[in-house]
């Protein structure tokens, strides 16, 4: 294929596909070893995760906060307290959320386990 291109082109074409070429090997070896992945989440000093399904499904898509908050309509901080004080959404928010990961509601939204892990993280 690089045959046919090189013999349909003109020298200027040529030119421009030789500098297209270097342009992209320059940005490979900037990028190399650097990974990927940009990691969306710190690691949580003084919070804790109560919802981590929530947390493990938006990781998993590498989504952040704040996307998911846009997608559903709600301010960031209501998400955050979705994953971090374990508060429970309204049914049609949970509906919104839930088909946004693609993952049901028994799962993302389990009223007893996140109840048995805030009360497992705020003993006294």
Same mark, same amino acid.
């Not at 200027?12 to 992209?24: C, F, H, Q, T, V």
């Not at 190399?32 to 690691?43: E, P, Q, W």
């Not at 998911?68 to 994953?83: D, G, H, N, S």
């Not at 049609?92 to 109840?115: G, M």
């Given at each position: ?11 200027k ?8 070429l ?53 301010? !960031?901080? #209501? ?5 971090? &004080?374990?508060?429970i959404? =309204?049914? %049609?928010?949970?509906? +919104? ?6 993952? !049901?509601? #028994?799962v993302?939204?389990?009223?007893? &386990?996140?109840?048995?892990? =805030?009360n %497992?993280?705020?003993? +006294?």
């Amino acid at each position: 294929m690089l045959k046919m291109l090189v013999k349909n082109t003109t020298v200027k074409g040529m030119m421009a596909l030789a500098r297209n070429l270097d342009e992209l090997k320059e940005q490979a070896k900037k990028n190399l070893c650097k990974g990927v992945r940009v990691l969306r989440f710190r690691r949580t000093k003084t919070w804790k995760v109560i919802n981590r399904y929530l947390y493990g499904l938006m990781f998993a898509e590498d989504m952040k906060i704040a996307e998911l908050a846009a997608l559903v309509k709600v301010r !960031p901080r #209501t998400v955050a307290a979705w994953i971090y &004080e374990g508060t429970i959404p =309204k049914q %049609e928010t949970r509906e +919104k959320v839930c088909e946004i990961l693609s993952s !049901p509601e #028994t799962v993302l939204f389990n009223e007893e &386990e996140i109840k048995a892990r =805030k009360n %497992e993280f705020y003993k +006294k």
